[in-house]
């Protein structure tokens, strides 16, 4: 009995090990906006990917943060799902996302909030939505480091004013002009 448990022993730590060296080995990489971007290792599991804070191939960091930074967003939506639905594409996969600071009513109607994690470099990209009748139009769009953790906005006088959630001011924008 002792053989054939030394065996079973002997045969998983050789299994172990092969795929400790085989998961380096096999391709890994994920999509983004049509670009293959190059990961650390194979994951089995996306939770295992979203998890380990070096997935992205050191070599692929900056090209990751470049390609959040300044991908491509509409400026008007039919609706906040819309909205929502194109901020969320901008977010790479396994990163993090969400909404803040809304809906607060201004003169103009709604502001919307929406902030995207850039990969690896301590910044977000923020998204800043007007809600005018149904219609969500990109009033502004900005990436900074967010040791504060804005979480509000409000216009006066064309500006866009962002706050902790505590209301202390952090940073004024003019909203942006439509192209």
Excluded: C
């Amino acid at each position: 009995m002792s053989k054939r448990l030394l065996l079973v022993i002997g045969a998983i730590l050789l299994l172990a090990s092969t795929w400790a060296v085989v998961r380096r080995i096999l391709p890994s990489s994920i999509d983004y906006r049509g670009q293959k971007i190059k990961l650390t290792k194979f994951y089995l599991d996306y939770d295992d990917y979203k998890n380990d804070p070096d997935n992205i191939a050191p070599s692929e960091t900056e090209r990751v943060q470049r390609l959040v930074s300044e991908a491509p967003i509409a400026h008007s939506f039919a609706s906040r799902k819309d909205a929502a639905s194109a901020v969320f594409e901008v977010k790479f996969p396994g990163y993090g996302a969400g909404g803040f600071g809304g809906p607060i009513q201004d003169a103009d109607g709604s502001l919307n909030g929406f902030t995207v994690e850039i990969p690896r470099a301590n910044k977000n990209r923020y998204f800043i939505f007007r809600n005018h009748h149904g219609t969500y139009t990109l009033v502004d769009d900005f990436t900074m480091a967010d040791p504060w953790g804005i979480e509000t906005v409000r216009e006066e006088n064309g500006r866009l004013f962002y706050s902790t959630a505590s209301g202390e001011p952090k940073l004024v924008h003019p909203i942006m002009q439509e192209k």
